[in-house]
C-alpha cells in the first residue's frame, strides 16, 4: 500500500507543483475552462500517473483524471484576490481526499482511533497548541503595558507586515521545540543568531531603543517558553514510557 500511495502522492506533486509554471495558473485563472493551459495540465497529470503506475490501474488513473479536472473547473469558476488562498487549501484538499479514497479502494487499510488518541500523540498536540497559541497569547498579556507605546513608535518607523511578528514567533517556538525534542541544542543558538542578525541590525539602524527593548524581551519571552515546553513534553514522555 505504501508503495502505491506514495507513486499517486508524487504524481500529484508533479502535476500540480513541479511541472505546472506561474503563468499557466495566471492564464488558467482569466480563461477559466477555455485555457488550454487547464488541458495540458491534465496531460501532465496523465502522464505522470501512466509512467509512475507503469501503463496499469487504468481505471484509479481516469477515475483521478476526471475528478481532477472537476475540481480545478469548480476552484477557476469561483476564486477571486479575497478567497484564493481558502479555495487553493480546499482544492488540494479534495485532491489528496480522492488520492486517499482510490488507495483504500485499491488497499483497504484500518485507522484505529485509541492510537490517534492515545497518551503520547495527546500530550503532543498539547504542547504543540501551547507553544503556538497558548505562548503568544501569554506573551501577549506580559507585554501588554509596553504594546501601545511600542505600536507608536514603530508606526513612526514605517510599521510592519500585518501579524508578521505573530507568525514569526510562532515559527521560531516550533523550531526551538523541535530542536529540544531532537535534543539539537546547538540549532537553537544558530537560531538566535540568525534572528539577532536580521532583526536587531534594523532596530539599530532606526535607533529606536525602545522597540530593541520590547523586541529583546519578546524574543527571549518566546525562546524561554518554548524551552521549557521541550522540556517539560521530554520529562513527560520519559515518565510516560
Keep these: 500500500m505504501t508503495l502505491f500511495a506514495l507513486k499517486l502522492i508524487l504524481a500529484h506533486f508533479l502535476g500540480d507543483f513541479v511541472f505546472q509554471p506561474a503563468h499557466w495558473v495566471d492564464d488558467k485563472l482569466n480563461k477559466k475552462w477555455k485555457s488550454k493551459y487547464l488541458y495540458w495540465h491534465m496531460g501532465i497529470h496523465l502522464l505522470a500517473l501512466l509512467i509512475l503506475l507503469q501503463f496499469k490501474h487504468l481505471g484509479i488513473i481516469a477515475i483521478i483524471i476526471v475528478t481532477h479536472y472537476l475540481i ?26 480522492v488520492i486517499v479514497f482510490l ?45 501601545k507605546e511600542v505600536q507608536k513608535s514603530d508606526d513612526a518607523e514605517g510599521g510592519s507586515l500585518k501579524n508578521a511578528g ?14 529540544i525534542l531532537l535534543n539539537q541544542w ?8 540568525a534572528k ?10 532606526g535607533k529606536n531603543r525602545k522597540l530593541t527593548e520590547y523586541v529583546l524581551i519578546g524574543t527571549l519571552l518566546s525562546f524561554g517558553l518554548a524551552i521549557l515546553a521541550g522540556m517539560s513534553y521530554n520529562h513527560l514522555v520519559g515518565a510516560i514510557a
Excluded at 480546499?90 to 481526499?97: A, G, N, V
Excluded at 488518541?117 to 501577549?140: A, D, H, Q
Excluded at 546547538?186 to 543568531?193: D, M, P
Design 72 to 97: 480545478d473547473l469548480g476552484k477557476l469558476a469561483f476564486t477571486n484576490e479575497k478567497n484564493f488562498r481558502w479555495l487553493f487549501a480546499l482544492d488540494q484538499t479534495l485532491h489528496l481526499l
Design 103 to 147: 488507495i483504500y479502494w485499491y488497499e483497504p487499510f484500518q485507522i484505529d482511533p485509541t492510537v490517534l488518541f492515545g497518551e503520547k500523540n495527546l500530550l503532543f498536540i498539547t504542547f504543540l497548541v501551547f507553544v503556538t497559541y497558548v505562548s503568544g497569547i501569554l506573551m501577549r498579556m506580559l507585554l501588554a503595558p509596553y504594546i
Design 166 to 179: 505573530t507568525y514569526i514567533g510562532m515559527l521560531e517556538r516550533l523550531f526551538v521545540f523541535g530542536f
Design 186 to 193: 546547538a540549532a537553537i543558538g544558530l537560531l538566535i543568531t
Design 196 to 205: 539577532s542578525v536580521f532583526r536587531f541590525g534594523d532596530l539599530n539602524k
